[in-house]
T-cell receptor
């Protein structure tokens, strides 16, 4: 059983650019959630994907968008990057449909916007 | 006011000490989670509980639903316990998203 993986590990972009972050969910999981963690803060929920559809969204602007693929892997896309987008981006996978809400986190992608 | 409040924000302990981290929340929840985050970012789930108490090794988590309060205890602390400990809850509903506290930075000195 493989865990949650994310790529890339680190990324440096400049303001105004676009970025795509990738997440492979744990084997058997059908739900992926994305979180943004600014330095010194707890993670903030961006959105969740379940069976390739967005299944809930946090307080993030539309320039944050996502996809989930038939194999349940997922992408987070951020357009028109701003300095405040610099953060650790975490994805977490889980299996919807069981009583457990336990989520399994990937190692994160650290994004720096200059 | 944050929906999840943790205390203390920073904690320094000597090896072997008993440690308590507290978490208060202000809304109804489906489950309360305790997670550990090491430098570098990776988050590991320690406990998920909706009532009572759970124990895993030297870690104990308790929750009081009526008081909307949870505690994480570490017995016989060790330097390898040094990490950020984060309290989070699942509000329930259509998603199983987590609402996180800001974390407690624990440093255990030898």
């Amino acid at each position: 059983e493989t865990g949650v993986t994310q790529s890339p590990t680190h990324l440096i972009k400049t303001r105004g650019q676009q970025v795509t972050l990738r997440c492979s969910s744990q084997s058997g999981h059908n739900t992926v959630s994305w979180y943004q963690q600014a330095l010194g803060q707890g993670p903030q929920f961006i959105f969740q994907y379940y069976r390739e559809e967005e299944n809930g969204r946090g307080n993030f602007p539309p320039r944050f968008s996502g996809l989930q693929f038939p194999n349940y892997s997922s992408e987070l896309n951020v357009n028109a990057l701003e300095l405040d987008d610099s953060a650790l981006y975490l994805c977490a996978s889980s299996f919807a449909g069981v009583a457990s809400n336990e989520q399994f986190f990937g190692p994160g992608t650290r994004l720096t916007v200059l | 006011k944050n929906e999840v409040e943790q205390s203390p924000q920073n904690l320094t302990a000597q090896e072997g000490e008993f440690i308590t981290i507290n978490c208060s929340y202000s809304v109804g929840i489906s489950a309360l989670h305790w997670l550990q985050q090491h430098p570098g970012g990776g988050i590991v789930s320690l406990f998920m509980l909706s009532s009572g108490k759970k124990k895993h090794g030297r870690l104990i988590a308790t929750i009081n639903i009526q008081e909307k309060h949870s505690s994480l205890h570490i017995t016989a602390s060790h330097p390898r316990d040094s990490a950020v400990y984060i309290c989070a809850f699942s509000p329930g509903g259509a998603t199983n998203k987590l609402i996180f506290g800001t974390g407690t930075l624990l440093a255990v000195q030898p």
